[in-house]
């Protein structure tokens, strides 16, 4: 059965730091793999996502992810964090199928003080 | 992008009633997606809907505590039978664009179980 993994549960930065929150999954097909925000009071959004191609995907907001396959991962990045960052991080996989389900890691908060 | 509506956005119901959330998409999809995301949880999928058949529920989530609707290529809904206040979550509707193969989600209703 696949399942996602992301290694932090809470993460506390200042604004301009750099993030990196990491994710990892276990499957052994070929997957479809995303990063969902949500901010404080709204709904999910799609942040970014990778199908196939070049491994290092940007999304919204400066944001952007890189797929490590040898390694199973989908680490998020952005270089210099900001207040309004401050959500719940999720990451998710599904398979590279139409129709399928998608699985979610647990989730990062991630609280960014001004 | 998908607009995806849900009713109610939330509600406080008393342990041993039912509820019934709707969810409305702007456009014909063939696969809608029922999610529960627990206080401070990730989310978990509870069922698969395919117009014209029955669910496919996940392990863990049976028919009878949440019958699912799909009567149409717009609109599903989905019970919370004989509830608990384990059952006190926010449930999520999500759709999969076939071309685009990326889950959009609803607002989200929030149950509160007393």
């Known amino acids: 059965a696949q399942s996602v993994s992301q290694h932090n549960h809470h993460v506390i930065l200042s604004e301009a730091a750099s993030l990196e929150l990491g994710c990892n999954y276990s499957?052994?097909?070929?997957?479809?793999l995303f990063w969902y925000v949500q901010y404080p009071g709204q709904h999910l959004q799609l942040l970014l996502k990778?199908?196939?191609?070049?491994?290092l995907v940007k999304g919204i907001k400066g944001f952007e992810a890189e797929f490590i396959k040898s390694k199973f991962s989908f680490n998020l990045r952005k270089p210099s964090v900001q207040w309004s960052d401050t959500a719940e991080y999720f990451c998710a996989v599904k398979k590279a199928q139409a129709g399928t389900a998608l699985i979610f890691g647990k989730g990062t908060t991630l609280s960014v003080s001004s | 992008s998908a607009v995806i509506s849900q009713k109610p956005s939330r509600d406080i119901c008393q342990r041993g009633t039912s509820l019934t959330i709707q969810c409305q998409v702007d456009s014909q999809v063939t696969m809608m997606f029922w999610y529960r995301q627990q206080p401070g949880q990730s989310l978990t999928l509870i069922a698969t809907?395919?117009?014209?058949?029955?669910?496919?529920?996940e392990s863990g989530f049976v028919i009878d505590k949440f019958p699912i609707s799909r009567p149409n290529l717009t609109f599903s809904t989905l019970t919370v039978s004989n509830m608990s206040p384990e059952d006190s979550s926010i449930y999520l509707c999500?759709?999969?664009?076939?071309?685009?193969?990326?889950?959009?989600f609803g607002p989200g209703t929030r149950l509160t179980v007393l």
């Open positions: 990778y199908f196939s191609g070049d491994p």
């Open positions: 499957y052994g097909g070929t997957v479809n």
């Open positions: 809907a395919n117009q014209g058949s029955e669910a496919t529920y």
């Open positions: 999500s759709v999969d664009r076939d071309s685009a193969d990326t889950q959009y």
